[in-house]
């Protein structure tokens, strides 16, 4: 069982940028891979980043722009998010356990963070 809380997001300009954080608590998160998905006003959840022990992935959307990564020590997974457009806008959730067996395979299920708004303005 996990529990994920999220600190980061906000309302920034277009081009700028923010640093999600994901903490989470509870046994075996070092053993999940792990996702960061968003969610814009009458979209389907989309993936971002997929995050294993060797690989991270992403959608053409965000790649070269979105930097996920994990910190097993601190059971903690963060997004960095550059170059943020208008359409970016979205809320954003981590996940534990979607991704499986690796972050090539991600699904919506397993375990979510409550979600935090990024709101970018052109």
């Known amino acids: 069982q996990l529990h994920l809380v999220q600190s980061g997001g906000g309302l920034v300009q277009s081009g700028g940028s923010l640093r999600l954080s994901c903490t989470a608590s509870?046994?075996?998160?070092?053993?999940?891979?792990l996702g960061w998905y968003r969610q814009a006003p009458g979209e389907e959840r989309e993936l971002v980043a997929g995050i294993d022990g060797s690989r991270t992935v992403y959608p053409d959307s965000v790649t070269g722009r979105f930097t996920a990564s994990r910190d097993n020590a601190k059971n903690t997974m963060y997004m960095q998010v550059n170059a943020l457009r208008p359409a970016d806008t979205a809320v954003y959730y981590c996940?534990?356990?979607?991704?499986?067996?690796?972050?090539?395979?991600?699904?919506?299920?397993?375990?979510w963070g409550q979600g935090t708004q990024v709101t970018v303005s052109s």
């Open positions: 996940n534990a356990g979607g991704c499986y067996p690796d972050a090539y395979n991600c699904k919506i299920g397993g375990y």
């Open positions: 509870g046994s075996h998160f070092s053993a999940h891979a």
